[in-house]
């Protein structure tokens, strides 16, 4: 089995016998976000679950025949959720958990960071400051019943907020065009070892390890 990355400059493929999605390595240590988000969460989410999600895909892919263009940007997994009605549950619970978890540890870092330059910029034209941006993100959060996640997504100088169920992700079945900037899981597995049934404080803790760096580098400017 050749591998492939759907994390990085690719030649294309339209073969789905030789699409293997894989997860995108750390560039943190499991135990790096600790106490915001601490190392036994980080090793279920990163090692069982988002393993999981990515091993299902790949079987999902193979079972229906389902041929992937690998490219740069990610180009393999956004084509399918583009396209995710025409496809089955497997793959779009699978597919939506491979590329929401690649956004999601993707934009965590040990790092204390805040949003700069044009970002900042947007944030404070679209929600009037950080802080009530932050109000706003965190009570989404809170909004959202059961499983499903919260996003940052830009769409032109519009900077919203959105939120889906389960794996979902804003790219289904949707005329969204614009870019995902910043995605939370607030899935049980996302915070229960440690933050147990209180979702309000992992998400104040969430707010210490964002990447806004790479926020503002998935911005379309
Ligand atoms: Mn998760």
């Known amino acids: 089995m050749k591998h492939l ?6 030649s294309p493929i339209f073969d789905s016998k030789k699409v ?19 190392k036994a969460t980080m090793n279920e989410h990163y090692n069982v679950h988002y393993a999981a999600y990515t091993k299902k895909l790949n079987e999902a892919v193979k079972e229906e025949n389902i041929d992937v263009f690998m490219g740069p940007d990610m180009q393999g997994i956004k084509q399918i959720l583009k396209n995710i009605r025409k496809y089955s549950a497997k793959v779009r619970n699978n597919g939506g958990g491979f590329y929401n978890h690649f956004l999601y540890f993707e934009n965590l870092s040990p790092e204390k960071k805040n949003p700069k330059g044009v970002l900042r910029e947007a944030i404070i034209r679209n929600f009037g400051s950080l802080a009530k941006f932050k109000k706003q993100f965190l009570d989404a959060g809170l909004n959202q019943f059961g499983s499903g996640w919260v996003w940052l997504v830009q769409n032109g100088n519009v900077l919203e907020i959105m939120t889906t169920t389960n794996q979902d992700n804003p790219l289904m079945d949707r005329a969204f065009v614009g870019e995902i900037l910043l995605g939370m899981d607030v899935w049980e597995h996302a915070y229960y070892l440690k ?26 400017k």
């Open 5 to 10: 990355k759907d994390y990085s400059e690719l």
């Open 20 to 38: 293997q999605f894989e997860r995108k390595p750390l560039n943190y240590s499991l135990s790096s976000l600790a106490p915001s988000i601490d």
């Open 195 to 220: 933050h147990k049934a209180d979702r309000k404080s992992y998400i104040q803790d969430f707010f210490e390890v964002i990447d806004w760096d790479v926020v503002e580098q998935r911005m379309k």
